[in-house]
T-cell receptor
Framework: GEDVEQSLFLSVREGDSSVINCTYT??????LYWYKQEPGAGLQLLTY?????DMKQDQRLTVLLNKKDKHLSLRIADTQTGDSAIYFC???????????FGTGTLLAVQP | GAVVSQHPSWVICKSGTSVKIECRSL??????MFWYRQFPKQSLMLMAT?????????EQGVEKDKFLINHASLTLSTLTVTSAHPEDSSFYIC?????????????????FGPGTRLTVL
């Protein structure tokens, strides 16, 4: 079945870049997403990339997609303390169009 | 645009009682709504998919008689946890997907509600 994996934890200093990685198994994924979840809150869509793209940049966010390796990354430039949250990648299953979420990465930004 | 609300934001109930959670799309019509459950420090797990006017489709392992889903209109879906037990305590999040009323957004995009924290004593 579909499976989406992420590293559990990432700690960076304020001002540095953060790179959060995600691997998935469904080669028929159509869209891949990055969501941010702050404590006790719902999910905020940060950005998404269509499966035929390699890269997408949106202000401080850069998404890289390696479809051959089924690897997705989110780079946050100039990371701020307000970026501290859990980040989920998700793939839209090509078969069902349901979202399959990754395990989540807790990003801790040290001042 | 594309706002989804949930009510209540949190609820505490006694074991054995039923709890209803509402999910509303405020400024667009949601042809499909999804219900997720999130246990502490874990990812979101899809419970069921509901399309307006038809029965919900439940994921494997989710009891349809325990988690009743109604999607009676294009802007409202409800999840009722019947005979709740402490192991049902979780964060329940809905999302909505649709087209009517949306502008500039992908039809495939899901818009998430803020979640409902259920605690069963």
């Amino acid at each position: 079945g579909e499976d989406v994996e992420q590293s559990l934890f990432l700690s960076v200093r304020e001002g540095d870049s953060s790179v959060i990685n995600c691997t998935y198994t469904d080669s028929s994924s159509t869209y891949l997403y990055w969501y941010k979840q702050e404590p006790g809150a719902g999910l905020q869509l940060l950005t998404y990339i269509f499966s035929n793209m390699d890269m997408k940049q949106d202000q401080r966010l850069t998404v890289l997609l390696n479809k051959k390796d089924k690897h997705l990354s989110l780079r946050i430039a100039d990371t701020q303390t307000g970026d501290s949250a859990i980040y989920f990648c998700a793939e839209a299953s090509g078969a069902t169009n349901k979202l399959i979420f990754g395990t989540g990465t807790l990003l801790a930004v040290q001042p | 645009g594309a706002v989804v609300s949930q009510h209540p934001s949190w609820v505490i109930c006694k074991s054995g009682t039923s709890v209803k959670i509402e999910c509303r799309s405020l400024d667009f019509q949601a042809t499909t709504m999804f219900w997720y459950r999130q246990f502490p420090k874990q990812s979101l797990m899809l419970m069921a998919t509901s399309n307006e006017g038809s029965k919900a489709t439940y994921e494997q392992g989710v009891e349809k008689d325990k988690f009743l889903i109604n999607h009676a209109s294009l802007t409202l879906s409800t999840l009722t946890v019947t005979s709740a037990h402490p192991e049902d305590s979780s964060f329940y999040i809905c999302s909505a997907r649709g087209g009517g009323g949306l502008s500039g957004a992908s039809y495939n995009e899901q818009f998430f509600g803020p979640g409902t924290r259920l605690t069963v004593l």
